[in-house]
């Protein structure tokens, strides 16, 4: 089982699993009490929150009138950190370090530790960090953390569950959740204010890079979730590539700056003639399932929404035949907007590069 105690922990676990290997987590999972193999020979877990906890996310902070969002103050936060790291005196926690961004000279770097209880979130993550070599995790040092209890209820807040979001001192805590999402949102949260403090425009995009005679054109495709941005992504047209599905970075330069080494996707009315990339992405052993429905026999039923239809996968996206690497993207030629709103018809707008 892998390692010691790693560098700058910022909690002191009873037990720590440092960077436990793919298969090291398959088999955490596997054990996990409601975890199902499928009929693919990957895993389904069915966990109890269905999507993310909007209302129970606060950010951290004395001076609210400068954000949008909800707030709590830095004493509610030091006492919810100060019960959060009690707790785990007596847990077991895996930790899985990895970077956001694939670049070298752009990366950043960045820590989930979670309760081994919970292994799919952290195996989920693994796969959508870009991983560190043996040689970086000797002297890994997050710029990022994610510390992730989601047995610990936050008596007080919506649902007794709280994301506490510290901007200023790049740490986010997750009470109560068990659903993945939480700690893939954690991290890109707190990377887009990194970028946007850096004159930078994060964006909740996808990306691909389409074949225009001998160059090649990347285009970023920005919607809210559900409008399908995972979907046309990841189409072929034109010969087109993917390179990310869910948020990029967009430079004042016109670069674009890819986040994720895997992908989130949506699996409610997945198959294979419509979205043959992905599914055949989501029925390999080494995807992981959330919320999908799955028989007793591992029989997968992708139409059945009868507990959510925010069913979830994540894979990694060597799977993606011809994906892109998102570290080689030349700027950005398009952009394009979707909407749920089928009595609007959208303009076309050709802007300077500046724009």
């Keep these: 089982m892998a390692g010691n105690t790693p560098k700058n922990l910022l909690v002191h676990p009873k037990q720590v699993i440092a960077n436990p290997t793919a298969s090291e987590l398959r088999e955490m999972v596997a054990a996990m009490p409601n975890a199902t193999k499928t009929e693919f020979g990957n895993y389904a877990v069915k966990i109890k929150v269905k999507a ?53 000279a752009t990366r950043t770097a960045c820590r989930l530790t979670i309760e081994k209880t919970n292994a799919n979130i952290a195996a989920m993550q693994q796969q959508l960090y870009f991983n560190p070599t043996a040689e970086e995790l000797e002297t890994f040092e997050p710029e990022l953390n994610i510390i992730y209890t989601p047995n610990l209820a936050a008596e007080g807040f919506p649902d007794d569950r709280l994301i506490s979001v510290d901007l200023e001192n790049k740490i986010t805590r997750v009470f109560n959740s068990d659903y993945f999402g939480e700690s893939k949102k954690a991290g890109l949260r707190m990377w887009n204010k990194l970028v946007y403090d850096k004159g930078g425009l994060p964006l909740h995009a996808g990306c691909k890079v389409i074949p225009v005679g001998d160059e090649k054109r990347t285009a970023l495709i920005i919607g809210l979730s559900g409008t399908g941005k995972t979907t046309t992504t990841f189409t072929k047209q034109n010969s087109s590539q993917p390179v990310q599905d869910d948020f990029v970075a967009l430079m004042p330069d016109g670069s674009v700056l890819g986040t994720e080494n895997g992908c989130f996707a949506k699996t409610f009315g997945l198959n294979a003639d419509n979205e043959p990339m992905i599914h055949n992405a989501v029925v390999q052993p080494e995807a992981y399932l959330e919320n999908v429905a799955v028989d007793e026999n591992g029989k997968i039923d992708f139409n059945d929404g009868s507990f959510t239809e925010n069913g979830r996968a994540t894979f990694p996206f060597r799977l993606i035949p011809d994906a892109e690497d998102p570290k080689t993207l030349p700027p950005v030629s398009f952009v394009l907007i979707l909407n749920r709103n089928e009595n609007i018809i959208p303009a076309v707008a050709r802007l300077t590069k500046e724009q």
């Design 52 to 104: 993310r906890s909007k209302k129970s996310t606060f950010i951290v902070t004395d001076s609210p009138e400068h954000h949008t969002d909800q707030c709590m103050s830095l004493a509610k936060a030091k006492e919810m950190a100060q019960l959060q790291n009690e707790y785990i005196t007596e847990q077991t926690m895996l930790v899985i370090d990895g970077f956001i961004g694939g670049d070298p």
